[in-house]
């Protein structure tokens, strides 16, 4: 009987398995650069934050606050600045000249302003970008920097997060036989500067991510990367592969192959038809 009781306590030993002990507890010192650590990490954006719009509100202050006549600033009755005088004169201009601009004298002006800039020969090619530009950018309806999208850039194999900004009109598209979409592809870590691109829609894939989102990954170099957001059977379906890809382009160059990527395997094909098949499971299980 013990004999058994012995044999019963070792194979529940066995099973249970080794003891792991348990980890040490940390010390002061250790203990301490956590807490700093922490500390950094909760406190560093946001006095960040609030430091840059300090910075800003203060530009703009120190440009506009001296343009207010001395019997109409507060502060001259005030022993005390008011920060962020400037900024609300600012806006408050901004949004005068707007209405202003929206009745019919005010288009009249704007047009016959145009006029004069226009027979300025430096000041209407800048003037003309920067309206474009923003009218675009500003525009209810716009595209522009609406979608992330990838597209294999420097060469195949690599890929690089780029931001559509439109569809390719005027004479590149006419001169290219496909339908091209105009790409922003931001370099790391100032997104300001980039390439323009003028790639086949076939040739991108659209990101899930948001735009907001896409611009933290190329400003933090990768690495603040957003989660996949997407369902099982998304995931599970693979649109490229770099190593495969950049095999079969270098055995068809050795083959002198005429046709690099057969029809149907661009990325973006790829992408639209694998989207079809998991739209229709979708519909299929519902």
Known sequence: MANQNQSAHTSNSSSDGPK?????????TQRMRAYLLAGILITAPISITFYLAWIFIGFVDSKITPLIPAQYNPETYLPFALPGLGLLILILALILTGALTAGFFGRLWLR????ILARMPVIRSVYGAVKQILETILAKQSNAFREAVLVEYPRRGLWAVAFITGRTEG???????????NIFLPTTPNP???????VPKKDLISLSMSVEEAIKMVISGGIVTPPDRRSNLEKNKS??????YETLEVLREKDGSKTLVEKGKRPGE?????????DNKKKGST
């Open 239 to 244: 649109f490229t592969s770099a190593t495969t």
């Open 20 to 28: 792991i002990p348990k980890g040490r507890a940390l010390t002061f």
């Open 171 to 181: 004479e590149v598209q006419n001169i290219t036989e496909e339908e091209c979409t």
């Open 112 to 115: 016959i302003s145009e006029r």
């Open 270 to 278: 790829i992408q639209t038809r694998l989207n079809a098949e998991i």
């Open 192 to 198: 300001t500067s980039g390439f323009l691109l003028f």
